[in-house]
């Protein structure tokens, strides 16, 4: 499943290579090299939209996206960026798994792309691999939920 001409030993290498995913099992790492393929976004390039259908995460090797959140005729606002080494999307792991924020590329960016339906069917039949990728979300997700209360605060004034 990797982009135009990449072979899957290079998808697998970069998919073990990942900072999000040091330390996982080989099996895990093949099983996730799998629903992988390597993909790229230009500045400015929307990688998904609130509403829609969330079926996929990626995991950023270079550049920057924005998480952005819009309130009607308003501008968007950046609620975060994802950097090099981290977790973009986790929403394809919840229902009701549709994308609650924005994500557009600020720079140039790499990433792995994993499809996010075919990996849930895997987590399914190897409980071992859900639990170990649930472990890892939950601590990006932890993290950007303290981000974002620090910026709610810093914007009331506290």
């Known amino acids: ?19 999000f995913l040091l330390g996982m099992s080989e099996q895990h790492i093949r099983l996730l090299a799998d629903c992988a393929l390597l993909t790229r976004f230009q500045p400015g390039q929307r990688i998904f939209e609130a509403g829609q259908r969330a ?22 606002v950046t609620i975060d960026v994802v950097k090099a080494g981290d977790l973009l999307g986790w929403s ?27 990996l849930s069917e895997y987590c399914e039949k190897n409980s071992a691999l859900g639990y170990e990728l649930f472990k890892r979300m939950s601590a990006v997700m932890l993290r950007r939920l303290q981000a974002a209360r620090e910026k709610m605060l810093g914007a009331l004034g506290h």
């Open 92 to 118: 394809w792991m919840f229902p009701p798994f549709v994308w609650h924020f924005d994500a557009r590329a600020l720079l140039p960016t790499t990433a792995i792309f994993f499809y996010g339906t075919v």
């Open 1 to 19: 499943m990797s982009a135009g001409g990449t072979d899957h030993a290079e998808v697998e290498a970069r998919v073990a290579a990942h900072p």
């Open 55 to 76: 079926n996929r995460f990626y995991l950023i090797e270079t550049g920057e996206v924005g998480i952005e959140a819009s309130i009607a005729e308003r501008p968007a």
